[in-house]
């Protein structure tokens, strides 16, 4: 499959109509190659809220792809600038790393956003952010889970099943308390003093149940190759915040709900 290294401007052109017609929602679609040209064709976006997000029919995508191969996925902004949005760039980085699972030789698929009515036009390649730190917030993709999850995945080749959540489910006094409910199906045991590698479980913020979980780091004089000073320290990504390991005490220790370790962790 040949990725073209830049749209034509009559793709480009199609892009920003779509927006146009669109607004004041954001438009979604891929580029595919159909005997060797390029053609845009608009798929629906069946995101929740279509003017802050999108999320891509996966019918109108495998409908896109009868027409040829896909070689890139287009997005627009409206009222906002073509750069990516940290839901891009978490999108983008966890997508590029299925593909890679999948197929370690494949090759990026660009993806194209515009913005409108500004009518500016921008083409990334999507990139893997490998560190666990500095990652923005993106409830559902770059969450608290999915930074325990990841140093699981990184530090003790454990994987998990797809952990699907709405979020400020906490928020909701008869929804289900999902680390509590859930933590023995996925292997965790309770435990009363944390060793490195256990899951902190805590409850902040205007929540019902426990809703924030980070990774103990003990007393490391490093981690992800920052430098640390002090400790005891923990892993976590919270809310509006980008993940970050910081000292374990204070207020962390007294919002604690559940010290947990997994079966397929050993002590180090």
């Not at 896109?64 to 990516?84: C, L, M, N």
Request: hydrophobic share 30%.
């Amino acid at each position: 499959m040949s990725i073209p290294n830049k749209l034509k401007p009559s793709t480009i052109k199609e892009i920003l109509k779509h927006a146009e017609e669109g607004y004041p929602e954001e438009i979604c679609g891929v580029v595919v190659m159909v005997e060797g040209k390029e053609r845009y064709v608009q798929c629906l976006n069946i995101a929740k809220d279509k003017t802050q997000d999108f999320r891509m029919c996966p019918q109108s995508m495998a409908d896109a792809e009868e027409f040829g191969d896909v070689v890139g996925i287009v997005h627009s902004h409206p009222d906002g600038t073509s750069r990516p949005s940290p839901h891009d760039v978490a999108i983008m980085s966890v997508n590029r790393e299925i593909e890679l699972e999948i197929n370690p030789e494949s090759h990026a698929i660009p993806w194209h956003i515009v913005s409108w009515p500004e009518g500016d036009y921008r083409q990334i390649t999507p990139e893997i952010h490998s560190s666990l730190l500095g990652r923005s917030f993106v409830h559902g993709v770059w969450d608290c889970w999915q930074a325990c999850n990841d140093y699981y995945k990184k530090y003790h080749g454990l994987e998990f099943e797809k952990f699907e959540r709405e979020d400020c489910w906490w928020e909701e006094k008869e929804a289900k308390s999902l680390y509590e409910d859930y933590y023995e199906e996925a292997g965790f045991y309770l435990v009363e003093t944390p060793q490195v590698g256990d899951m902190i479980v805590m409850q902040i913020g205007r929540s019902y149940h426990p809703n924030h979980a980070g990774i103990y780091l003990g007393y490391t004089d490093e981690f992800e190759g920052r430098g640390l000073v002090g400790g005891p320290f923990m892993y976590h990504h919270l809310y509006g915040k980008k993940s970050d390991a910081i000292v374990y005490g204070g207020q962390w220790s007294q919002r604690t709900r559940l010290i947990l370790r997994h079966k397929g962790v050993r002590n180090v």
